[in-house]
């Protein structure tokens, strides 16, 4: 089984930075992708940034609002990956969810709330 922990979400004022966190732990022989999406309230989850297996990154720009403001980074020795996020506008507001893809499989976290107030 594996584990996903998300952290560092919280309440910004417009403008400011957070920097999320994503620990994948469990039984993992190699991790596959690692990643980021957000779901504001009453909208469909979207993807905002990932990376593959190695230091190899897949996209960051998935998303054309936060180019320029997010950076996604992977610790490969510790399974977890960052998104250091500045900048932040209201509309950046969401539960951030960190989706892992490791032997074929995926699992979620279980979110973690970003609220950027203008």
């Known amino acids: 089984q594996v584990q996903v922990v998300e952290s560092g979400g919280g309440h910004v004022q417009a403008g400011g930075s957070l920097r999320l966190s994503c620990a994948a732990s469990?039984?993992?022989?190699?991790?596959?992708?690692m990643g980021w999406y957000r779901q504001a309230p009453g909208k469909q989850r979207e993807s905002v940034a990932g990376?593959?297996?190695?230091?190899?990154?897949?996209?960051?720009d998935y998303v054309d609002s936060v180019k320029g403001r997010f950076t996604l980074s992977r610790d490969n020795a510790k399974n977890t990956v960052y998104l250091e996020m500045n900048s932040l506008k209201p509309e950046d507001t969401a539960v951030y969810y960190c989706?892992?893809?490791?032997?074929?499989?995926?699992?979620w976290g279980q979110g973690t709330q970003v609220t950027v107030s203008s």
């Open positions: 469990g039984t993992i022989f190699s991790i596959d992708f």
């Open positions: 989706y892992v893809l490791t032997s074929g499989r995926g699992y």
């Open positions: 990376i593959t297996s190695g230091s190899r990154t897949v996209y960051t």
